[in-house]
T-cell receptor, first 113, second 114 residues
Framework: DAKTTQPTSMDCAEGRAANLPCNHS???????VYWYRQIHSQGPQYIIH???NNETNEMASLIITEDRKSSTLILPHATLRDTAVYYC??????????????FGKGTKLSVKP | DTEVTQTPKHLVMGMTNKKSLKCEQH?????MYWYKQKAKKPPELMFV???????INESVPSRFSPECPNSSLLNLHLHALQPEDSALYLC?????????????FGPGTRLTVT
């Protein structure tokens, strides 16, 4: 069963912030939220991950709600090159099968001029 | 260098052929992975190698045979495949075993079985 729920698709205007939601209402205390994206015909690319605090790196920001049941990935100034499928993944941060990446269907983000 | 390379980029093979996919990384990573991605579907994990030992096999048919000759190389040997095995095969690596380390993916090998 999928641990996360994401919208199938979203549009965003170039230069605007893209806010991608993810619902993970059954997340357990030791599970992290990871985001990857896959640009067409390429391999997935790691974006960011977090446990409960908000995180920011050079690519994006991750906002996790206080109850940890949902999160939002923010691309502050979307460009056409950000058009991709974005995967929100919940997983534990230790070895074995529970540390595996299990990809759901993701959100297809289309950035438009 | 944060690159994972995969060869070949494209492969067409018949059902009686034997072929191999190759993956290489020079980041000093100690875990390597094979994923399979069918068209318009998310990637699915096939195998995990951790410190050059097979640690996870996600019930993959024996016509797929992984091999990790050293910490930088990962092969996937293919034999007697079926047309439904046509897919994008992705290799990835991470600093350590599945866990707190992000995975770096290669561009994939697009396989067509005729």
């Amino acid at each position: 069963d999928a641990k996360t729920t994401q919208p199938t698709s979203m549009d965003c205007a170039e230069g605007r912030a893209a806010n991608l939601p993810c619902n993970h209402s059954t997340i357990s205390g030791n599970e992290y939220v990871y985001w990857y994206r896959q640009i067409h015909s390429q391999g997935p690319q790691y974006i960011i991950h977090g446990l409960k605090n908000n995180e920011t790196n050079e690519m994006a920001s991750l906002i996790i709600t206080e109850d940890r049941k949902s999160s939002t990935l923010i691309l502050p100034h979307a460009t056409l090159r950000d058009t991709a499928v974005y995967y929100c993944i919940v997983k534990k941060n230790y070895g074995g099968s529970q540390g595996n990446l299990i990809f759901g269907k993701g959100t297809k983000l289309s950035v438009k001029p | 260098d944060t690159e994972v390379t995969q060869t070949p980029k494209h492969l067409v093979m018949g059902m009686t052929n034997k072929k191999s996919l190759k993956c290489e990384q020079h980041m000093g990573h100690r875990a390597m992975y094979w994923y399979k991605q069918k068209a318009k579907k998310p990637p699915e994990l096939m195998f995990v190698y951790s410190y050059e030992k097979l640690s996870i096999n996600e019930s993959v048919p024996s016509r797929f045979s992984p091999e990790c000759p050293n910490s930088s190389l990962l092969n996937l040997h293919l034999h007697a495949l079926q047309p439904e095995d046509s897919a994008l095969y992705l290799c990835a690596s991470s600093q350590g075993p599945p866990g707190p380390y992000e995975q770096y993916f290669g561009p994939g090998t697009r396989l067509t079985v005729t």
